[in-house]
C-alpha cells in the first residue's frame, strides 16, 4: 500500500512550559478542549519514559522527525535552555529577548540572529485565533506537500484510488472510518482471541493503541475525521466499519504481477528480454499473485546468468523451495483452514532439508503429508537418522538408493506413498516397515531375507504383485497383514513366526504355498473374500495353533479331510462359498469346533452324519444353503446354543432328536417354505429362548410346546 505521511509534531503546551519554565497564562489558557475545534493537533509526549529520565533525545528525536516547525517566542521564553536550545517558538518581536545565561551567549546570540531570516508573524489576535490558523495553514500545506512515491509499487494505483474514494477526501464535516482487510500489527493475537472476550479486548486495544483512549461503543471524532482500520478478519472490521468503506486488499492481477516480477529479474521492466518471457510466466504462476513472493522470486532469478540457469533455478525451486520464499509463505500459514494448512505442512521441511550441512545430527524425520514432496534431497550425509516417517506423501516417486546406507535407520513409514513404485535395498538396521496404501509393486529381496524386520505392513498396495521368492527370514510376529493387495497372484514363502495372517479380497490369489502348514505358530487365516482361490491345500502335518479359519466368499469347491489337521480350530467361516458342494465326514474331527458358519452356501445340500460328539460346538449356521434335512446325528452338538436354517427352501424336516440340544436358545427355520410341521417336544428344552417359523408351512404346534419353559419370542408361521 501507499500511504500518505501527514507527521505534525510539536511540544504539548504543558510540557513545553514545564520545560520551559513558561508560566500557566498564555498559550495554555486559551487552548479548547481537543478534537473540538481543530482539524489537527498533535502534541508530543513519549508514553515511554520514566518519571526522573530526561526527555531532551526523545524530545529531540521528535522534532528532527518533523515535516514542519512553527517557532513560537513566549513572554518567558529566553529563561529556559530548553526553549533556546530546540526553537519551539511563540511569535513575539525578537527585540524583546533578553539573554539572560552568560556561558551560552554566544550561541544563543547566533540562533537568535537567524532568525531574522525566518519568515513570521507578529500576535495581533488572540492565541486561539492564532493557532487556529497556523494549524489551517500546515494542514493546507501538507496537503500539497505530501509524498506519494508510487515507483517500484506495481498495480498500487487502482488500491490508492479505491481507499482514497471511500476516505471521502473533500468532505470537511463528516467523519468518516474505511476499514482495510489485510494484515494485523498486535501482537499475540491469536492467543488473545481464543481467550475469553478475547476479540473484545483485541478491538478497544487496536483503538485504544492508536488513539490513546479507550474505544467505547460509539467514539466521538472532529468533523471531517479520516480513520482507517487494517484488520486480517473482516468481521472484526463490521462492528466498527461500515460494509460499503472495507476495502479487500488482492493479490496482483497478472499483468501487474508480471510487471513487479521482471522489474526485478530484470532491474529494468521496460528492457526485459522476450526470450525469457515464458521462464518469466512460470515464476510469475509459482508465486500466486503475492507481491513480496514476486519481489524475492525476481531478486532469486536475477543472479542468473543464462536462460539455462534460469531452467534450472525453477526446477529447483519447485521441488525445494528457497527459504525466502518459505518465510513469505508463513506469514499467513497460522490463518489457514485445516485443509489449507495440511497443504503448507512441507514448507519448513523443505526448507531445512535443502540445508544438507544442518543434518549432520539429525535422528528423526517427519514429513508425512507433504503432499508435494516429489522426491527425497541427499541425506546420505545423516548417518544418524533412526527414524523417517513419509506417510501420505502423495507426490512421492522415489525412495533414493543411499537408503542402504543408513546404517542407523530403523523405522521407515511409507504409508499412502501411491505413487511410490520400487523401493531400494534396505539398510541392515531396518525393523520397522510400513508400507501400508503405497503404490509399490514388488519387495526387494533384501526386504525379505531381512532378519530385524519385527514390523511389515503391506496392506492395500492395490499393485503389489507378488512377493520375493527367497527363503523369509523375517523376524514378524503377530499380524502379517495382506489384505486388499488386490493383484497379488501367488507367494512362496511367508514370515515364520506369525500368528495371524490375512489376506482379506486378494482377488487374483488362486492358491496357497503347501508349505504354509510350516507356519507353527499361525492361529488366524483369513482369506475371505479371495474369489479366484479354488482350493485349500492338503495340509501335511498338523497346524497345532490355527483356532480361525475364513473361507467365506473363496471359490472353494470342496474342503480336503485332512482338515483333521487342524486340531485347536475353533472357528470355521465358509459363509458365501457359492461352488461348496459338500462338507468331509472328519469335520467331526474338530473336537475344539465352537462356530462352523456355513450360510450361502448355495450349492450344498447334505450336511454330514456326525460320527462322533462334538462337544464344543456353540454355533451351526447352514441358512441360504440347500440342505433338505438334519440327520438325527444332531445330538452329537450337546452345547449348541444357535441352530439356524433360515431361507433354506428345500429344508423339510427337522429330526425328533432336537429335543436333546439342552443348552438351545436360538432357532431359525425362517423361510423354509417347504417345512410343514414342527416335532413334538419330547423332553424339555429349557434354555430355548427365540423360535422363529416365519415363512415356513406349518400351521400348528404340538401342545408339547410347554416342554419349552423359557421361550420368550416366538415368530408366529405362515
Known amino acids: 500500500m501507499c500511504c500518505r505521511s501527514l507527521t505534525f509534531s510539536s511540544l504539548s503546551s504543558a510540557a513545553a512550559a514545564a520545560a520551559a519554565g513558561d508560566d500557566d497564562d498564555g498559550i495554555e489558557a486559551n487552548i479548547p478542549p481537543r478534537r473540538e475545534k481543530y482539524d489537527v493537533f498533535i502534541s508530543f509526549r513519549d508514553y515511554r519514559l520514566q518519571k526522573g529520565e530526561e526527555i531532551g533525545p526523545a524530545l529531540q528525536e521528535a522534532i528532527e522527525k518533523s515535516t514542519h516547525s512553527v517557532i513560537i517566542f513566549s513572554q518567558n521564553y529566553a529563561s529556559s535552555t530548553w526553549c533556546l536550545d530546540e526553537l519551539v517558538l511563540y511569535p513575539y518581536s525578537t527585540t524583546s529577548i533578553h539573554l539572560m545565561y552568560e556561558n551560552n551567549k554566544g550561541v544563543m546570540r547566533v540562533r537568535l540572529l537567524n532568525l531574522k531570516n525566518v519568515s513570521r508573524t507578529i500576535l495581533i489576535r488572540t492565541e486561539a485565533d492564532l493557532i487556529k490558523n497556523v494549524v489551517t ?28 474514494s471511500r476516505l471521502g477526501i473533500d468532505s470537511k464535516d463528516t467523519c468518516i472510518t474505511v476499514g482495510i482487510w489485510a494484515s494485523c500489527f498486535l501482537k499475540n493475537v491469536r492467543e488473545k482471541s481464543e481467550q475469553q472476550d478475547g476479540l473484545d479486548y483485541l478491538q478497544k486495544k487496536l483503538l485504544s493503541d492508536i488513539f490513546k483512549e479507550e474505544a467505547g461503543d460509539c467514539l466521538r471524532y472532529g468533523p471531517g475525521s479520516k480513520i482507517i482500520i487494517t484488520s486480517r478478519d473482516r468481521g472484526t472490521l463490521r462492528h466498527t466499519v461500515e460494509e460499503d468503506n472495507i476495502y479487500e486488499v488482492e493479490v496482483l492481477k497478472p499483468d501487474d504481477a508480471f510487471q513487479l516480477f521482471c522489474l526485478h529479474a530484470f ?38 546468468k543464462s536462460k539455462e540457469e534460469w531452467e534450472d533455478e525453477f526446477n529447483k525451486l519447485k521441488r525445494f523451495p528457497s527459504e525466502d520464499i518459505q518465510k513469505v509463505l508463513r506469514i499467513s500459514y497460522d490463518r489457514l483452514g485445516k485443509n489449507e494448512k495440511e497443504i503448507f505442512l512441507d514448507i519448513d521441511v523443505c526448507r531445512v532439508l535443502n540445508n544438507n550441512k544442518s543434518l549432520v545430527n539429525l535422528q528423526v524425520i517427519d514429513l508425512h503429508y507433504s503432499t508435494n514432496l516429489t522426491e527425497i534431497p541427499n541425506l546420505s550425509g545423516s548417518l544418524k537418522i533412526v527414524s523417517i516417517d513419509l506417510s501420505d506423501c502423495g507426490s512421492l516417486v522415489e525412495i533414493p538408493g543411499y537408503f542402504q546406507d543408513l546404517d542407523k535407520l530403523t523405522h521407515l513409514r511409507l504409508f499412502g506413498c501411491t505413487n511410490l513404485k520400487y523401493l531400494p535395498e534396505m539398510p541392515g538396521k531396518i525393523e520397522y516397515l510400513d508400507l501400508y496404501y503405497s503404490g509399490i509393486k514388488e519387495l526387494p529381496q533384501s526386504v525379505w531375507s531381512h532378519e530385524k524386520i519385527s514390523y511389515l505392513n503391506i496392506s492395500c498396495c492395490d499393485n503389489l504383485e507378488k512377493l520375493p521368492s527367497n527363503r523369509c527370514k523375517l523376524k514378524v510376529s503377530g499380524s502379517f497383514n495382506l489384505d486388499w493387495c488386490t493383484s497379488l497372484g501367488e507367494f512362496s514363502e511367508l514370515p515364520r513366526d506369525i500368528s495371524k495372517l490375512s ?34 491345500p492338503k495340509i501335511l502335518e498338523p497346524m497345532e495353533h490355527l483356532k480361525s479359519l475364513n473361507l467365506s466368499g473363496t471359490a472353494i469347491q470342496e474342503l480336503h479331510s485332512l482338515i483333521e489337521f487342524l486340531p485347536a480350530l475353533k472357528r470355521l467361516e465358509l459363509q458365501g462359498c457359492e461352488k461348496l458342494s459338500s462338507i468331509p465326514k472328519s469335520i467331526c474331527k474338530l473336537k475344539y469346533l465352537e462356530v462352523l458358519n456355513l450360510s450361502w452356501c448355495s450349492k450344498l445340500e447334505n450336511f454330514p452324519e456326525i460320527l462322533e460328539p462334538m462337544e464344543d460346538l456353540k454355533s451351526l449356521n447352514l441358512s441360504g444353503t440347500a440342505v433338505k434335512e438334519l440327520h438325527s446325528s444332531i445330538e452329537f452338538f450337546p452345547a449348541l446354543r444357535r441352530l ?17 440340544l439342552k443348552y438351545l436358545e436360538v432357532l431359525d427355520f425362517s423361510s423354509c417354505s417347504e417345512l410343514e410341521n414342527f416335532p413334538k417336544i419330547l423332553e424339555p428344552m429349557e434354555h430355548l429362548k427365540f423360535l422363529n417359523l416365519s415363512g415356513t408351512a406349518v400351521k400348528e404346534l404340538h401342545s408339547s410346546i410347554e416342554f419349552l419353559p423359557a421361550l420368550q419370542i416366538i415368530q408366529p408361521q405362515g
Request: contains cysteine; glycine residues 6%.
Open 137 to 164: 495553514h500546515i494542514w493546507t500545506n501538507l496537503n500539497c506537500e505530501s509524498s506519494c512515491d508510487l515507483e517500484g509499487l506495481v498495480g498500487i494505483e487502482n488500491g490508492i484510488q479505491q481507499i482514497e
Open 267 to 304: 532491474k529494468n521492466n521496460t528492457t526485459r528480454r522476450t526470450d525469457y518471457e515464458e521462464l518469466a510466466k512460470k515464476a510469475v504462476d509459482y508465486a500466486q499473485g503475492v507481491p513480496l513472493a514476486l519481489t524475492v522470486l525476481g531478486s532469486l532469478f536475477f543472479n542468473c
Open 503 to 536: 489376506l482379506v479380497n486378494c482377488q487374483r490369489l488362486v492358491s496357497l504355498p503347501t508349505n504354509i502348514c510350516k507356519l507353527k505358530y499361525l492361529e488366524e487365516l483369513n482369506l475371505s473374500t479371495c474369489f479366484k482361490l479354488e482350493s485349500f
Open 644 to 660: 439356524e436354517l433360515q431361507g433354506c427352501e428345500r429344508f423339510s424336516s427337522i429330526p425328533k432328536s432336537i429335543c436333546k
